[in-house]
């Protein structure tokens, strides 16, 4: 079995702190739903109720404007009781709708008729994932229409990509979705190749998850629809982002003689929300979510409403064993800072954790060739003497000069010469250019011992 990978860096990533990948719980519906008007990049939709409304489940609560914005339902039938700018995890200030649950559902609990998608053209499908309002729920947050909509009319060939690379333990909450929801998410994937008129679709699938990724790519095969490959790639973070992920696409298509031409990435998360859109014909109103971390009591999967607050979250997981230090939403390598537990989940949060002691994130990556090069360097030198500083002025900096972070670099930077740099605000045409090539995985955050902000200055250098 050929496994392909990005080339140089990364770290392996591993978190006790992480919820197992048993089966998911089904969270408690929110008695107060907040609900933003926004999509992640920030992107405004247009409200269509008011305060005082009584509104349905699945209702239409704010509609698009435009290519960024997304239509935005309901995910809990009752009153409307107020209409106030929030600030969410991401930074974004947004309208959000406050709807107190009350009333009956419509959806939940009921028999779901199902549609046939194959009754469908392209244009169609695009049409019903808009009025839905589905986005890219596992990255960016912008509405797949757009996406979609961007390569149907191309000349080159487009490849679909079923993504489901785990190199995050805190991808759990995907990993037990793909489990539970296997043919959902092989329908959806057919849907959506579709609507992009993709010539193939590719499963790219992690290693350690070969079997359930092989199970998937059946079923996508035996639908007869489209010419499917199942790729296996490594497991060394971060290669799900598009440029690692890419780089072990390019070796395929080289290896096998084929033509990719232009990927289309989506995960388990945005292909079941397809299947929900055009199979039931209902919008997005839940999603799988990792809760845990050291000051969690007991880190679960919960299958959380949209619009739950993450305070409702940590309670079902027993709240906290003693006050955190940081939460946040997303992985520890990336997450943002909740600045406050009201804050919702919304359709990309796929993880929520609070820790007690932050060294215990950085400390749980590790990386084999950074104690690899720590060992030739004692040989070749007689003693464990780090790297010598590039700059007089790096003296004065709390850096230590070990080299670790230019060991982890997939993108093979300096992060420490730039961090260096930065910090006593060295700028040149040259530097803003290597500022640019850093994609933020941080890695290089992850592995320093002097836990720096490298990644978080290099890829923000004005702190704007």
Known sequence: MKVYSFLHGGISFEDRTAPGRGESVLSFLPGLAVVPLVTQNGSRSLPVVKVGDTVKEAQLIARRQGAGSANVHSPVPGKIIDNRTWNMASGVFCNS???????????????????????YSPFELRGLIETFGVVDMDGTGVPLNDILSMYHQTDIPVTLVVRCVFDDPWLVANYVLLKERLSEIATGALIAARAACAAQILVVIS???????????????????????????????????????????????????????????????TLSAVNDAIILQKPPL???VAVGGSAVKRPKVLKARIGSRFSQLFEECGGFISRPKRTAVGSPLLGRPVFSLDEPVTASSYAVFAVCDESAVRNSATNPRVLELRNQRQLMTGKPSPVPFKHNYARAIDCIGCGECRAVCPVGLDPEDIYKMLSVQIYSPVL????????????CEAVCPSRLPLSRLIINPSGS
């Open 97 to 119: 709708m406050i709807i107190r649950m009350e009333g009956s559902f419509s959806m939940l609990g009921h028999t779901e008729k199902r549609y046939k998608w194959e009754d």
């Open 207 to 269: 290693l350690p998850e070969y079997a359930i990724g092989a199970e998937l790519a059946a079923i996508i095969t035996d639908s007869g629809q489209f010419n499917t490959e199942l790729i296996v790639v490594g497991a060394r973070y971060p290669q799900r982002n598009k440029r690692e992920l890419g780089i072990a696409l390019r070796q395929f298509e080289r290896k096998e003689k084929k033509n990719l031409g232009l990927c289309i990435y989506l995960g388990p998360s």
């Open 286 to 288: 839940e999603r799988y």
């Open 432 to 443: 803003s250019k290597l500022c640019r090539q850093c994609h933020g995985c941080g890695c």
